[in-house]
């Protein structure tokens, strides 16, 4: 997935009101971004990181810049753009590009499904093989060492992994796939420590048969590049 044109670097000021952030260019100009991102963004908007942000054409945007990846101070590149999870991950799908997830012939996004009224990220189909449900979440808290999800209380979450566990057990394929958009992530575990509920719900979705799969990114100003399996812990 490439940034066309080019990220542009800037150096944070402030994260406010969830959606804005206020920034300096190399130039002296001062900037309010976009932040496509609701969740707490532990340790991914830390004044004086480097933000790297796109800009929109459409001459309706009240904010034309968007906030699209950090470079902290520590050396690490994360894509605080939610919605880049999911381009990536359909790109990666239509291309084969993630080996157990490969083989089927149909793509659907945004799939009504479930008891909850839920949308599922994507729907693979084939003729040989059940339906394959796929849920998508973007992992960029890293604590000590290691990567966690989620990083905030998320009902909606937990919703996800009941609608899967269903799925799983009325036995169609339920996948659960950790987008890691983080340099400095090797490993992740549920955020147990954050929402109890959540890693709960996730060890009953794996006993139930819920896959879960987890991939890092190669992140840069030009673009991101579907990454490694990494090892889920817990």
Avoid at 83 to 91: I, T, Y
Avoid at 200 to 225: D, F, H, K, T
């Amino acid at each position: 997935m490439d940034f066309i044109p080019t990220l542009q670097p800037a150096t944070l000021i402030k994260r406010y009101k969830r959606f804005l952030a206020d920034v300096i260019t190399p130039t002296g100009e001062a900037l309010t971004l976009h932040c496509a991102n609701t969740g707490a963004m532990t340790g991914c908007a830390t004044p004086g990181d480097t933000v790297w942000y796109s800009t929109s054409g459409s001459p309706t945007r009240k904010y034309p810049h968007s906030w699209e990846l950090t470079e902290t101070q520590q050396g690490h590149w994360i894509c605080v753009n939610t919605l880049r999870a999911n381009a990536l991950v359909r790109e990666a799908l239509t291309q084969q590009r993630i080996a157990e997830l490969a083989g089927y012939t149909s793509l659907q996004a945004e799939v009504k499904y479930g008891l909850e009224n839920s949308r599922i990220d994507f729907l693979l189909q084939a003729k040989d093989r059940v339906n394959c449900y796929i849920e998508v979440k973007s992992v960029t808290l890293l604590q000590q060492g290691k990567g966690y999800f989620p990083d905030a209380a998320t009902l909606r979450g937990q919703k996800h992994l009941r609608e899967l566990t269903q799925i799983a057990q009325a036995g169609e394929r339920a996948v659960l796939f950790f987008a890691v958009l983080h340099s400095g992530i090797e490993t992740v575990s549920a955020a147990a420590h954050i929402d109890a509920q959540y890693a709960q719900l996730l060890e009953r979705a794996r006993q139930s048969g819920v896959e879960v799969l987890c991939y890092n990114a190669r992140l840069s100003p030009g673009g991101i590049e579907p990454g490694v399996r990494l090892k889920i812990e817990g």
